[in-house]
């Protein structure tokens, strides 16, 4: 059974700058692209970064300059840096990863599994 879990959520101010940890277990995620999504309060689910096996790496125009989406496949372990936080940026980030592999999704409907999610909040 695969499962994530995000940590590292937490309130910052404008400007600062915060780092998600999705730890996976129950395989490994070498050859799985992994996907980082958010969802703001009364808003539907949005993607903020991916990066498939080979580390290529994909951004929401919103986010790119200012996060980075990185992986280690050691600790099966991807994180997302975020620095410049704006107030826009608050919501719940979740990570996530597809069943299949040799492919990066940019879609949440071709993500099949999920984290909890981890609340951030940026005040202004």
């Known amino acids: 059974q695969v499962q994530l879990v995000e940590s590292g959520g937490g309130l910052v101010q404008a400007g600062g700058s915060l780092r998600l940890s999705c730890g996976a277990s129950g395989r490994t995620i070498s050859p799985y692209a992994m996907g980082w999504f958010r969802q703001a309060l009364g808003k539907g689910r949005e993607f903020v970064a991916t990066?498939?096996?080979?580390?290529?790496?994909t951004y929401a125009d919103s986010v790119k300059g200012r996060f980075t989406i990185s992986r280690d496949n050691f600790k099966n372990t991807v994180y997302l840096q975020m620095n410049s936080l704006k107030p826009e940026d608050t919501a719940v980030y979740y990570c996530?990863?597809?069943?299949?592999?040799?492919?990066?999704?940019?879609?949440?409907?071709?993500?099949?599994?999920w984290g909890q999610g981890t609340q951030v909040t940026v005040s202004s």
């Open positions: 990066i498939g096996s080979g580390s290529t790496t």
């Open positions: 996530a990863s597809p069943r299949r592999m040799r492919v990066v999704p940019l879609r949440a409907e071709e993500y099949d599994y």
